[in-house]
């Protein structure tokens, strides 16, 4: 069923207060977001909160680059804290990313493409696994913080386990499955028929991405489906035009080099996350929600 519905059976009452929250929130993150948006918010807080026990529920939110998912994990967070005494965090994949300089040692062992954050492969999976299991047994744990405009690594931030009734994962290629040797053999795009042509960085990806599996075996699931990879790119640019001046922004023919990166797992997360996810949100090239269709 639609996800608005639950929303409008669940808190017809409270419409109007909700709908100030909602326009309260957007202005705090100065976000200006359609009424589809709030409907969608709210129908999926309200469902959070239902599956909650006395267990630490877990949530994955994936979705290509430029979909929303960092904007709509925050707005869900904040969401089920207004509506509900749960309590949850959130654990972006972009956290765990390889420092640069462990990135820089895989593109020299294994290939050169490795030097670029985003593809399975490059990220700290066991540090990954650890803070989950820690926050799961209730314990304190220290959770990495990536700075993109740097490349790097920044900071550490300190969770306590114990106060968290969910936590919401975060990542474009959350639930991604790896495919066949043979599916790998033909080049999908530019890059990878200029810069990987004996396709030892696909290969090498694919192979990673079992170790991602465990990761990825949360109960619940989101999967913001973008309309294709022109939405990705136009999206993906205007991020990039909203990094801070002194950064490292891109150009664009930089940033539709960085998302043939993404490209092959992407294309293949549109065909098949659909029918894995609880939840699937589609959006239209105007960035705004059309469908959020909750599975029965």
């Known amino acids: 069923m639609e996800i608005r519905k639950f929303y409008s059976d669940e808190r017809e009452t409270y419409r109007r207060q909700d709908h100030i929250w909602f326009l309260a929130e957007c202005a705090r993150n100065s976000l200006d977001l359609h009424k589809d948006y709030y409907e969608v918010l709210l129908g999926t807080a309200q469902w959070l909160v239902s599956r909650c026990d006395d267990e630490v529920l877990t949530l994955g939110i994936a979705g290509g680059q430029g979909s929303g998912k960092s904007t709509f994990s925050h707005l869900l967070l904040k969401a089920v804290e207004y509506i509900s005494d749960k309590r949850g965090m959130i654990l972006c994949l972009d956290d765990f990313y390889l420092t640069h300089a462990e990135r820089q040692r895989l593109s020299k062992s294994i290939h050169p493409l490795l030097a670029t954050r985003g593809v399975p492969g490059t990220h700290d999976v066991e540090m990954m696994s650890s803070v989950i299991n820690r926050i799961r047994h209730g314990e304190s744990v220290q959770v990495p913080e990536f700075n993109k ?68 075996d949360t109960q619940l699931s989101i999967f913001l489906q973008v309309p294709d990879i022109a939405a990705v790119l136009k999206w993906r640019w ?47 090239h105007q960035h705004q929600f059309f469908s959020a269709v909750l599975k029965d």
Do not use: H
């Not at 490349?151 to 968290?164: L, T």
């Not at 002194?246 to 992407?266: D, H, L, N, P």
């Open 149 to 216: 405009a740097e490349d790097d690594r920044s900071s550490f931030r300190r969770v306590q386990g114990g106060e968290i009734d969910f936590v919401i994962f975060e990542g474009w290629c959350w639930g991604a499955t790896a495919t066949t040797e043979n599916d790998l053999i033909e080049p999908f795009n530019n890059l990878e028929v200029e810069q990987d042509s004996k396709g030892i960085w696909r290969n090498y990806v694919n192979d990673q991405l079992e170790r991602y599996q465990s990761l990825f």
């Open 238 to 284: 205007l991020q990039e035009q909203g990094l801070p001046d002194g950064s490292r922004k891109m150009s664009k023919s930089a940033v539709s080099e960085f998302i043939q990166y993404y490209e092959r797992i992407t294309v293949r997360m549109l065909a098949e996350s659909p029918q894995k996810s609880d939840i699937v949100i589609k959006l239209d």
